[in-house]
T-cell receptor
């Protein structure tokens, strides 16, 4: 079945540490890929997207993500986390307009 | 300002009392969608609409209705709400397949 998985439900990092959030998808062809962030009490904000071409994409707030076709992964990274990055992060897949599916989310906590 | 507007932000109701959550976008987007967000489950699609008068079921359509009589509006209707529909609801729109979704700020519904 087609799906998007985020293996980590909750991650805690110290401020200034690096971050990697994992995302795997299960689709026949490479879909469009997105990362969204949701701060407490807020809607979802787009961080970055991958359509094709360069497998390393840059987003807002210093985030980047790398698409790896062989692993069906689209992991989100940030070299140095700030306290304001504490939020919930969602990976999403657009299967060429047929469906826009979200992963279950990873909650990020940041220690001072 | 380009935006998706949902109303109300908060709604408390009783079982069986019909309600409507409104959604409006000012970006002339053809595609609109409703999601519900529950802890540990991420965002699940309720209904979506590819254009005026065209609507389709998402993953969890039971107990919901929608209509798309004009491009900018996509109301979500609960004819007979039940406590298991207590959730956080998001409306979203996008220009075309492959474009990112733009989200409203959410409606927190409680059914007692």
């Amino acid at each position: 079945a087609q799906s998007v998985t985020q293996p980590d439900i909750h991650i805690t990092v110290s401020e200034g540490a690096s971050l990697e959030l994992r995302c795997n998808y299960s689709y026949g062809a490479t879909p469009y890929l997105f990362w969204y962030v949701q701060s407490p009490g807020q809607g979802l904000q787009l961080l970055l997207k991958y359509f094709s071409g360069d497998t390393l994409v840059q987003g807002i707030k210093g985030f980047e993500a790398e698409f790896k076709r062989s692993q069906s992964s689209f992991n989100l990274r940030k070299p140095s986390v700030h306290w304001s990055d504490a939020a919930e992060y969602f990976c999403a897949v657009d299967n060429y307009g047929q469906n826009f599916v979200f992963g279950p989310g990873t909650r990020l906590s940041v220690l001072p | 300002e380009a935006q998706v507007t949902q109303n109300p932000r908060y709604l408390i109701t009783v079982t069986g009392k019909k309600l409507t959550v409104t959604c409006s976008q000012n970006m002339n987007h053809e595609y609109m969608s409703w999601y519900r967000q529950d802890p540990g489950l991420g965002l699940r699609q309720i209904y979506y609409s590819m254009n005026v008068e065209v609507t389709d079921k998402g993953d969890v359509p039971e107990g919901y209705k929608v209509s798309r009589k004009e491009k900018r509006n996509f109301p979500l209707i609960l004819e007979s709400p039940s406590p298991n529909q207590t959730s956080l609801y998001f409306c979203a729109s996008r220009r075309q397949s492959g474009s990112p979704l733009h989200f409203g700020n959410g409606t927190r519904l409680t059914v007692t």
